[in-house]
């Protein structure tokens, strides 16, 4: 299989590209800058990337958007709405192009987040249930709504909705690590907002499962069975590296340090369920936080 990456860099790009590689597929990194090697295709200026350079391959993986971790600015948040929907549209009408002239890609996976549901307090959310409030809500919905000209055109399109990813070099759990080994880790405002999570090991293979089954389509949640609270989390990941997680960042530091951000991706509750990978009897091989915790940090 040949597989164009956007993001093939990041966090969960690398990981997917090593994957994809050691089965013995092809990945084609699809990059801004000039090519540095065959394999690499393209953005062009402002964007646009060419339908013929899709026509070789069998399935898209888009995972390309702006860090959202950071105090937004009104000009933060334009550049995560921009690089979100823009590029996912532009990306989504190069692949509906290319499928009408060659009959490939015919597999388009589009990166989305659980920030679709908003804070919820303790509602068990599944893929059945709307769409929430705020910013990054907002940004989600019209994430996803962008990969509409590829599905239109009879592309397999599937958005797996990705929560906390666990992985020991980066994202939200990266950054957990050094004041946790320090000692002054605790929990987050009340602590009682639900967080659902996976590792990237499991991750991974939702992706892959993904490109390999035609059955699977339309929007997924990515995440284990087993959301917990945020004071469950930080016991057990101050339990995983022997330190003590007592020392709290009450909500009103939350908001004064990130602003909206902090809000909307710390201090919101989502209590999601992969009810659609339960039915399709996906199997985590890290259910449960603790054990999962013990395998990424090793």
């Not at 937004?72 to 190069?94: H, M, N, P, Q």
């Not at 609270?229 to 908001?255: D, E, T, W």
Request: glycine share 10%; charged share 25%.
């Amino acid at each position: 299989m040949r597989v164009l990456i956007s993001g093939a860099s990041g966090l969960i790009g690398s990981s997917l590209s090593l994957a994809l590689r050691v089965r013995g597929d092809e990945v084609l990194p699809l990059v801004r800058r000039a090519p540095t090697n065959p394999s690499e295709v393209q953005w062009h200026e402002r964007g646009s990337i060419e339908p013929r350079a899709l026509g070789s391959v069998d399935a898209v993986v888009h995972l390309a958007g702006r860090n959202v971790g950071a105090r937004w600015t009104e000009k933060t948040k334009r550049e995560i709405f921009d690089s979100r929907v823009t590029g996912t549209r532009v990306l989504a009408e190069a692949v509906a192009e290319s499928f009408r002239r060659t009959g490939k890609p015919k597999t388009f996976i589009c990166a989305s987040a659980i920030g679709y549901y908003g804070g919820r307090g303790d509602e068990i959310l599944t893929e059945e249930s709307s769409s929430g409030g705020g910013f990054l809500a907002e940004v989600v919905r019209r994430w996803e709504e962008a990969t509409a000209a590829a599905r239109e055109a009879g592309v397999r399109v599937v958005s797996p909705r990705i929560g906390v990813v666990l992985a020991r070099d980066g994202g939200a759990l990266g950054k957990m690590l050094l004041p946790f080994r320090a000692g002054v880790g605790g929990k987050i405002g009340t602590g009682e907002q639900w967080m659902s999570w996976i590792t990237m090991t499991d991750l991974i293979r939702i992706l892959l499962r993904a490109l390999d089954n035609e059955s699977m389509s339309g929007v997924y949640n990515a995440v284990t069975p087993q959301p917990v609270r945020n004071r469950h989390f930080v016991k057990a990941l101050g339990a995983a590296l022997h330190r003590p997680a007592i020392l709290p960042l009450p909500a009103f530091a939350v908001r004064a340090i990130f602003g909206q951000m902090g809000v909307e991706t710390i201090l919101n509750s989502e209590r999601v369920i992969p009810m659609r990978l339960q039915d399709a009897e996906f199997h985590f091989e890290y259910p449960e936080l603790e054990t999962a915790l013990e395998r990424v940090l090793g």
